[in-house]
């Protein structure tokens, strides 16, 4: 039998001007569960918290109630004192009796009441508190960073340098991700290279970043803190610590294929380096795309280097498999652009002169597919009108994406700026809807490419492009004059959405991270948790989890670092230890399984009967409560307590 | 013989009754009849549609009660029936506050058991456009003939769900198998005008001579509609010939079936083609220069 | 003068939200009638459909099971297996004949203290005009 002790809070005149609290210490005190009841005027303060530890020594309380304002105010106070002395901190129970009853009845005989029943619901609960001790978990500090764009990057070199091991796993044979395809950045008009180089290089030559290219997560298994990734590698028939960009072996490779990173506008051998800057600096063999290498039809590349004398290619090799234990997993996937060709009504895909934004881009970088030029697709000319067309594809929830991409009207503008300073002859035309310009320098930027450059701005969409006669017609609509607009165009350039990167379904399902409705990763929360997934240990950084700029992507990975790091600052993990256990009735019959959203209940092939992993486990009761034969239990809030607590509500 | 049932609706019993004599001629060449259903009514036309009167849809409520008599399937030919009919029959379905109401109104409920297809659906679906190859007579020889979709087929998109609204194919799949070379053409799924073309044809002429000189520059010598308004609209929209250049601008308009009875080896009094139409017809076969062949 | 039935009714109030909810109706002085007693719960997924049962058992005129909106749940979706839960139980006092609204489900988040106070007005008014529960000589209930 526990010695229970209670303690009665005024709250200055809070709780004593509407609850008898003389009333409530009495008559708690006959009862034949409770050693000992006192009142004070404010028990958080100093004083207060002295009668406390003064009565629990006293009295030799085993547990207290403090009956006085919301848990949510000072129950972590309030438990504190009791473990200082000597108390285990469950063995302290808070009853509301301020915003629970003083605060909302106005009878006094009436609200005394009620603060008597609250009272005896925290006594029959903290009666039958167990004495649990936190579930300490050992940490394995070092981060696993998945995707090696500017986001992974700066999170990456953020964590390597307050001291701990980054694993930064990459898809494609370079970092750098969609920043180095850009050709400026907005608002500086930076070139986006120029100022993403020195990073990849930095990321390289760290010693605290292992970089793995070719690569993708296959396995995640285990929990915060300890993680254990299996990491699957392709092949690398070229040694990446021996190649030296030479490019020998591409010069004489026969297998043309379109080059991803211009987005098939130009072609790159089967062997070749991704960019010019590409970090790991050495070349890749696209097995793919290669005549055969199993058995080898050419192997001309493996000649001409080891001609050379660098000899670093071999065409024997094997995928790899990496075994990693990190303690923190951060997300930074990226986006791709939106299938233009699911937009029929723009022709895209059809017309060959009706580009993506970024492809534009690329057209647009002095290292892209024109070396900087502005040339239509279709016959290499010089357009003179080009078409903008903002939101395509996009705030359309019937037909499309629902949402707004956030960046487009800043690159539109910034797109629209340079052709017009590349051809001063040309018109250009922006079809938009809103003009989205809310980051630092946005507004200013976008007045200034408006007005400079002459754009012609028309709110309007776009109903219709079609080829006729080698130009695009398109058929749009000005609301600010209600008029219909028709546009003879020579290029036609689309702002498409931002959407997760393919295989992030895939990829989510591995880490049991969520994804929200528009596939992006889903952070705990909206408002307050940005940088967290729901699943404990794993961070989120960039336009995996919500379309963004460069300097959100940055901030956001800066964060997520943070975030990592503090999680490594110890090395053991304390778990709140109110959580689920299985009791040795269970039967295995699976019923609880599926109910957990943090996949903490597993079926033990061996005993054929539920396990909880404590440290994945959170604590809602969820499994509790489908148990068929109440084999499980919520440790602190059992079954038992909440029933005794019902019979003090009702009695 | 396989029957499906039928409605026809106003238009093609009056104006348009080379639609309804060229479609049930066709049925008959393949093996099929439409079966016209019991006690039908006007359908209301678009009107039909508008969701802040339950009044106007008590009548094509009250089809759809009766033909689910006959069958759990109806088909129709005119575009604007099928039109309201289909999107009658997907709010019944939904059985809201409103549907009761119109239930209750009406003596006959309707619960949307009923699948409102058009003829093409039956074409393709359950007769099959290689059942369709196999059984061509005579085959259209090339003949470079624009199919105009309009709208009431294709939209609204969510609801009809009959092909794609930007680039539908259905029309041109079935004339390739006929042997005539359908030309595409960037209007095809513009606006005739509707309605427009009855109080005020200053609005709908030119949106329909924007798609006859859009199929004619790009070398199509026919026009083939499902929908007796678009084709009275692609029609009157070239009357005056006067105000046209010359009289090869002007592109006539025939009916699907009407090709689909030719292919099959039907006569062109059966389905009710006259001279001029015929003449179109064989000069269509004649390779341009102008403008683009697009198919 | 006969005295006026007070009901009594248990309510479990998810800690994330519906507490936090009746919390601020709390601070914002609001007042509501005395006879709903609350319990404090991790989320409305731990509430065995039992302890309703129990509750009205024991003498409780009615119940309410408050938690997260859906969509909000702290724990991704406990409140939405409530809800499964909650319309199964609904059926089953269906057939012991007691009425349906004695026990309520709502979702109450921590900003709405408004809404927790009319619930517990609208809903003490509800169960008082519909009387005691009287389970004991209705059923024959097993100890």
């Not at chain 3, 409530?82 to 309520?104: C, K, N």
Request: aromatic share 6%.
């Amino acid at each position: 039998m526990k010695r229970v002790g209670l303690f009665v809070c005024h709250c200055g005149l809070n709780i004593a001007r509407t609850v008898d609290i003389k009333d409530i210490v009495e008559k708690t005190s006959k009862r034949s569960d409770i050693v000992f009841a006192a009142d004070h005027k404010y028990l958080c303060s100093e004083p207060g918290q002295a009668l406390i530890k003064d009565s629990i020594r006293q009295h030799k309380l085993d547990a207290i109630v403090v009956a006085a304002c919301s848990p949510a105010m000072h129950e972590a106070t309030f438990k504190t004192i009791a473990q200082l002395s000597g108390l285990n901190k469950y063995n302290c129970e808070i009853a509301n009796i301020r915003e629970q009853s003083s605060w909302v009845h106005d009878d006094p005989q009436k609200a005394t009441e009620k603060a008597h029943i609250i009272v005896s619901e925290a006594i029959e609960k903290v009666k039958l508190n167990e004495p649990l001790q936190p579930i300490t978990v050992p940490v394995t500090r070092k981060v696993l960073i998945i995707g090696g764009g500017i986001a992974g990057i700066r999170a990456s070199l953020d964590v390597a340098n307050a001291g701990y091991q980054v694993y930064l796993v990459e898809k494609s044979g370079s970092i750098g991700g969609r920043m180095a395809q850009l050709s400026e950045t907005f608002p500086t008009l930076d070139c986006a290279i120029c100022i993403l180089g020195p990073l990849m290089v930095e990321v390289y030559r760290h010693p605290n970043i292992k970089l793995l290219r070719l690569s993708q997560v296959e396995e995640v298994r285990g929990y915060i803190g300890n993680f254990k990734v299996k990491v699957r590698q392709e092949p690398e028939y070229v040694d990446v610590a021996k190649c030296n960009a030479c490019g020998e072996c591409a010069k004489v490779c026969p297998a043309d294929v379109p080059n991803e990173f211009d987005f098939g506008l130009t072609w790159r051998k089967a062997i070749y380096t991704p960019f010019a800057q590409a970090v790991p600096p050495a070349y890749v063999l696209d097995a793919k795309n290669c005549l055969g290498l199993l058995p080898q039809a050419c192997g001309e590349c493996k000649k001409a280097c080891d001609q050379l004398g660098t000899a670093c290619m071999n065409l024997d090799a094997w995928p790899q498999t990496h075994e990693l234990e990190v303690g923190a997993i951060i997300v930074a996937t990226g986006y791709e652009l939106y299938d233009a060709t699911k937009l029929t009504e723009y022709g895209y895909g059809t017309c060959p002169d009706v580009m993506t934004s970024i492809e534009f881009e690329r057209m647009l970088s002095a290292s892209g597919p024109t070396l900087g030029e502005i040339r239509r697709p279709s016959d290499g000319r010089v357009p003179r009108e080009i078409v903008f067309i903002q939101c395509a594809g996009q705030r359309e929830p019937e037909t499309a994406l629902p949402y707004c991409s956030k960046i487009c009207c800043m690159y539109t503008a910034r797109h629209a700026m340079m052709f017009r300073e590349k051809v001063p002859e040309g018109q250009a035309y922006v079809f938009y809807m809103d003009i989205r310009a809310g980051g630092k320098g946005y507004e200013e930027f976008v007045k200034r490419c408006q007005e400079e450059r002459g754009l012609l701005y028309l709110r309007g969409r776009v109903a219709k492009v079609y080829e006729e006669n080698g130009k695009l017609i398109v058929k749009g609509v000005d609301t600010i004059s209600g008029k219909r607009v028709q546009i003879n165009a020579d290029l036609v350039v689309l702002a498409v959405g931002m959407i997760p990167s393919a295989g992030s379904k895939e990829l989510a399902s591995t880490l049991k991270a969520s994804l929200d409705a528009n596939g992006f990763f889903s952070e705990a929360h909206p408002k307050l948790r940005p940088l967290e997934s729901p699943t404990a240990g794993i961070y989120l950084a960039g336009a995996g989890q919500a379309p963004k700029d460069i300097p959100e992507t940055v901030a956001q990975a800066s964060g997520a670092a943070a975030k990592a790091l503090d999680l490594l600052s110890s090395p053991t993990l304390e778990r709140e230890p109110t959580v689920a256990q299985v009791l040795e009735t269970c039967s295995g019959c699976g019923i609880c399984i599926p109910l957990c959203p943090y996949e903490a209940l597993t079926l033990n092939a061996n005993t054929n009967q539920a396990e909880v992993s404590e440290a994945l486990c959170e604590g809602c009761g969820t499994c509790v409560a489908s148990c068929p034969s109440s084999s499980l239990s919520l440790r602190n809030l059992t079954d038992q307590q909440i029933l005794a607590m019902i019979e003090a509500i009702v009695a | 013989m396989q029957s499906y049932l039928y409605f026809p609706g106003c238009t093609l019993r009056t104006v348009a009754k080379d639609y309804d004599a060229s479609a049930k001629a066709c049925a008959r060449a393949l093996g099929f009849e439409l079966k016209e259903m019991q006690g039908w009514l006007c359908c209301g036309a678009v009107l039909s549609n508008v969701e802040d009167n339950l009044m106007t849809r008590a009548g094509p409520n009250r089809i759809l009660a009766r033909a689910q008599q006959e069958s759990d399937r109806l088909v129709t030919l005119c575009a604007g029936c099928y039109n309201v009919l289909k999107r009658t029959d997907l709010r019944a379905k939904l059985a809201s506050p409103a549907q009761q109401s119109i239930n209750t109104f009406n003596e006959d409920s309707y619960n949307g058991r009923v699948d409102v297809v058009h003829f093409l659906e039956i074409l393709r679906d359950q007769v099959g456009f290689d059942a369709i190859e196999k059984a061509v007579k005579a085959p259209l020889k090339g003949v470079r003939v624009g199919a105009y979709y309009g709208c009431l087929l294709l939209r609204p998109f969510e609801e009809m769900k009959f092909d794609d609204p930007n680039r539908p194919s259905i029309l041109e799949n079935l004339l390739m198998r006929l042997g005539c070379t359908p030309i595409d053409y960037p209007a095809r799924t513009d606006c005739c005008g509707s309605y427009l073309s009855v109080g005020s044809s200053e609005n709908s002429q030119p949106m329909s001579a924007t798609i006859v000189k859009s199929a004619h520059s790009c070398g199509a010598r026919l026009l083939t509609v499902g929908c007796p308004l678009c084709k009275y609209n692609l029609e009157s929209s070239q009357i005056p010939r006067a105000k046209n250049a010359s009289a090869e601008k002007f592109l006539p308009v025939v009916y699907f079936t009407q090709l689909l009875g030719l292919a099959l080896g039907l006569r062109p009094e059966e389905l009710e083609l006259d001279m001029q139409q015929m003449q179109a017809i064989r000069e269509a076969q004649i390779p341009t220069s102008e403008g683009r062949d697009r198919h | 003068m006969e005295k006026t039935f007070e009901p009594k009714i248990v309510g479990f109030l998810c800690k994330w939200c519906s507490y936090a909810g009746a919390d601020l109706a709390g601070t914002s002085r609001m007042k509501y009638p005395p006879n709903l007693n609350a319990m404090r719960v991790n989320c409305s997924g731990r509430i065995d459909p039992s302890f309703v049962l129990r509750a009205l058992a024991s003498g409780a005129d009615g119940v309410l099971i408050a938690g997260c909106h859906p969509g909000d749940c702290h724990y991704t979706n406990g409140n939405v297996k409530t809800l499964r839960r909650f319309r199964l139980l609904q059926r089953m006092l269906d057939q012991f004949g007691i009425e349906r609204e004695r026990v309520r489900l709502e979702w109450i988040s921590a900003s709405e203290g408004e809404r927790y106070a009319r619930v517990v007005r609208g809903m003490t008014e509800e169960i008082r005009s519909l009387g005691p529960l009287n389970w004991k000589t209705t059923m024959e209930v097993a100890a």
